[in-house]
């Protein structure tokens, strides 16, 4: 199996368990592979065509090693690329994105691999000012090709609508 092929059984494993787990009516025989300029993803959602583009939440550096070595690096190198600065960096990037689907919604499903934990704070200090994660998906969203952005962590198998 050639390393595209690879991602994209990868992937689709990835978003069939977010779909089981997501309350969204996907139909799991539904998944399919896509590529460019679509998003990683289509499916059909309440009976409709819907598109998911797909981003492992990982630092730069291991992002780096992933793509080039097909692993991880290790650690960390970076303090200040831990789990938050790494999410916000996913986000902004993937709000350039631009996507041809024939008017069907696309939403982005960033996921954590349980063979990378990394902290991501799940609230605010005082719960009343918005975290630098969910200014970057309200910005997203208002800017970029989604509709909803979500997140899905492998390790306890929990989807999260962020905007």
Known sequence: MSRPE???KWERRVFA???KCSGLNISVASIKSCKPPLPDVC???DQSDYFFELAEVVPQVQARALSTEGIYSSGFPDPNERGPTAMVNIISQKQTKA???GGAPVDLLLYLNKDFPMYLPDVTSDGA???DI???AEECKRLGPFSRIWTYCS???TAKRLA
Request: with cysteine.
């Open 6 to 8: 690879e991602t994209e």
């Open 17 to 19: 368990a977010f779909a």
């Open 43 to 45: 499916c059909t959602l």
């Open 99 to 101: 996507y041809d689907t």
């Open 129 to 131: 000012e918005p975290t």
């Open 134 to 136: 969910d200014r970057a």
């Open 155 to 157: 390790w306890n198998n």
